[in-house]
């Protein structure tokens, strides 16, 4: 009789071993002129929340938050300059359990519709698929939801 058959790959999550290293969600200091919190949900395709953690960066910071039992993370960011001649823009990675490949994703900001329409991987996307990579503004935060398929599924791309 031979050995127990095994997985070939360990499937997390094992968010705990980066968050408690770096304990904070902040790109920004919530005192810096600017800042402003980014919230939002990681939802599968039934709106269920998922168990995972998002980075976001700016260019020159990162953050890093896990996510509740709801799916909510949360962040403290400043908008950045515009870089390659597109529009201002956070920068996401999806980890989450079973997702073997984490997912890059564009955060854009509400309040540059002009930058928006000229930015050029924007521009790329179906423009029924644009708005969920526009974050919302509500009650002075952003709110950004990232759902991984389903008719609303974020737009992801291939880094």
């Avoid at 490949?101 to 564009?106: A, G, K």
């Avoid at 000229?118 to 990579?133: F, G, N």
Wanted: aromatic share 8%.
């Amino acid at each position: 009789m031979g050995r127990p058959r095994t997985p070939s790959q360990t499937v997390g999550p094992y968010y705990a071993i980066g968050l408690c290293r770096r304990p904070d969600n902040e790109l920004a200091p919530p005192s810096e002129e600017g800042s402003v919190r980014l919230i939002g949900r990681l939802l599968d395709g039934e709106g269920m929340g998922i168990d995972g953690m998002i980075e976001v960066w700016d260019g020159e910071r990162w953050g890093r938050s896990g996510t509740d039992s709801e799916g909510m993370f949360q962040f403290t960011v400043a908008k950045p300059e515009a870089r390659g001649g597109g529009a201002p823009r956070l920068d996401a990675v999806v980890f989450a359990r079973g997702l073997l490949v984490h997912q890059f994703t564009r955060v854009y900001f509400p309040d540059e519709a002009e930058a928006n329409a000229a930015d050029p991987v924007l521009a790329s996307v179906p423009e029924e698929a644009r708005r969920t990579l526009v974050a919302e503004a509500e009650d002075g935060a952003l709110r950004f939801d990232i759902r991984m398929q389903g008719d609303d599924a974020t737009v992801f791309f291939a880094v």
